[in-house]
């Protein structure tokens, strides 16, 4: 019997492209009140670092990595000592606009009651910071106390033990098939897949359910070969 329900943060429960693109905006506004130099940069070059250090550095903190891809931007335009400032404020905007989306509180509201919640990340959204706080039993983020992120498989180990129950009652929902589907499925969890834009499933994978939105988590969903359009996703994961 299904006991704990666990949600990835970025993209599932928190609507962060907005966010982050209003971050780059303020920081690309900054550098070019700093140096006529910036004039000629582009938000889709700050993007493009951000990729370009991540590719590199996939599996460093999100918030070290942020760091380094600010690095590279300001050094286009000779302004690499103004990085702690810029990071500040590039922080600060972005979780100043992160907002969860519309259908996230009225979905952990109406779960509450029946499972017990959890809130486990590889990102660097502190539920506190960005409209979640109070809303989860537990919350585990990757790089505190050396947890490495997901799809590791000490990262769903500790979403275990956080959870206190075994890996089968706990179901993850998310909207990356690698690291809310098959990472936890291969833990032992149940995974939830949230497919906002209405994907096709690879072959060879199989969500325990997929749901389009977070409010087919209490109501039904579809569940991908097994079940039916009236099941519920939760209890039927």
Known sequence: MLRVVVFDADETLLDLRPAVTGGLV?????????????????????????????????AAPVQEIRRAALARS?????????????????????????????????????LRGRYLLGYATNGNSRAERCGLAGEFAFERYAHDGGLPKK???EFYAAVVEAAGVPAERIAYVGDSLAHDVAGPQRAGLRGIWLNRQGLPCPPGLRP??????????????????????????????
């Open 151 to 153: 799809p590791a498989p």
């Open 74 to 110: 300001l050094a286009r335009a000779a302004l690499d000592d103004h990085l702690d400032a810029v990071a500040a404020l590039f922080f600060a905007r972005r979780f100043a606009l992160t907002r969860p989306f519309a259908d996230a509180l009225p979905a952990l509201a109406a």
């Open 208 to 237: 325990d359910a997929e749901v389009a939105t977070l409010a087919d988590l209490p109501r039904g969903a579809r569940r991908p070969q097994r079940g039916g359009p009236d099941s519920d996703a939760v209890a039927g994961a």
């Open 26 to 58: 303020a920081v690309l506004e900054e550098m070019r009140r700093l140096t006529p130099a910036a004039a000629a940069l582009s938000l889709a070059d700050l993007e493009a670092d951000w990729h370009a250090v991540f590719g590199e550095r996939s």
